[in-house]
């Protein structure tokens, strides 16, 4: 049994030897390691960006877009690039009725965070896009008449400018008012844009 005690204890120390001449090499070599500050500051180079739908009155009874993809613009070096960015509901695309968002109502569209930096555009891209009309024949009859609309280029652009920095909170609200004229003379989707950019410091819910 003593011979045992003995070659634990051995081995122990020499573990404890190990340890210690690990430590002295990384100190005396200038590697720094991960400290608590430098992951923090890290984690504050994204900011968070929600994005709101708004509409104004035309004459719609319904006006029903689907949308597939949304995109961010970065105002970088060069050409920029997009960036891709999730919707604020769970599935695939995002379907809604313009015209149920008007009178301070908002749809909100996106709200995630996003690496610092510019952006001067937000793009939809729109799978589908109906109007739908509530009619009465000569007999008096009501029915609903479904019109299937066009965007030519197969998305909507809105031209905005804002700046995503660190630990702050960017709210754009997009006001599509449809072009009566263009959905009622050749069936395009084609809206007038307004965005409204807002910016505050994010509140810290750390306890």
């Known amino acids: 049994m003593e011979v045992k005690s003995k070659t634990v204890g051995l081995r122990v120390a020499a573990g404890v030897l190990i340890a ?3 430590i ?11 400290s608590t500050q430098s ?6 180079d994204t900011g968070r960006l929600t994005v709101l739908l708004t509409d104004a009155p035309v004459d719609v009874d319904e006006l029903w877009i689907e949308i597939s993809d949304l995109a961010v613009h970065s105002a970088g070096d060069g050409d920029g690039e997009w960036v891709p960015i999730d919707f604020s509901v769970v599935g695939p695309t995002l379907t809604f009725d313009l015209l149920t968002y008007q009178d301070g109502e908002t749809l909100p569209l996106a709200d995630v965070e996003l690496d610092a ?13 109906n109007a739908t009309y509530y009619r009465v024949d000569d007999e008096g009859n009501e029915y609903i008449e479904e019109v299937p609309l066009k965007v030519p280029s197969g998305h909507i652009d809105v031209i905005t400018n804002f700046n995503i920095t660190a630990a702050e909170e960017v709210v754009v609200l997009i006001d ?12 395009n989707l084609r809206p007038v844009l307004k965005a409204t950019v807002s910016q505050a410091k994010e509140e810290n819910t750390d306890a």
């Open 24 to 34: 002295v090499a990384v100190f005396a070599s200038g590697i720094e390691l991960p």
């Open 117 to 129: 930096g510019s952006y001067n555009k937000i793009r939809m891209s729109v799978l589908e896009a």
């Open 176 to 187: 599509m008012q449809p072009d009566w004229v263009s959905i009622s003379h050749s069936n």
């Open 20 to 22: 210690a001449t690990i």
């Open 39 to 44: 992951l923090s500051s890290v984690a504050m």
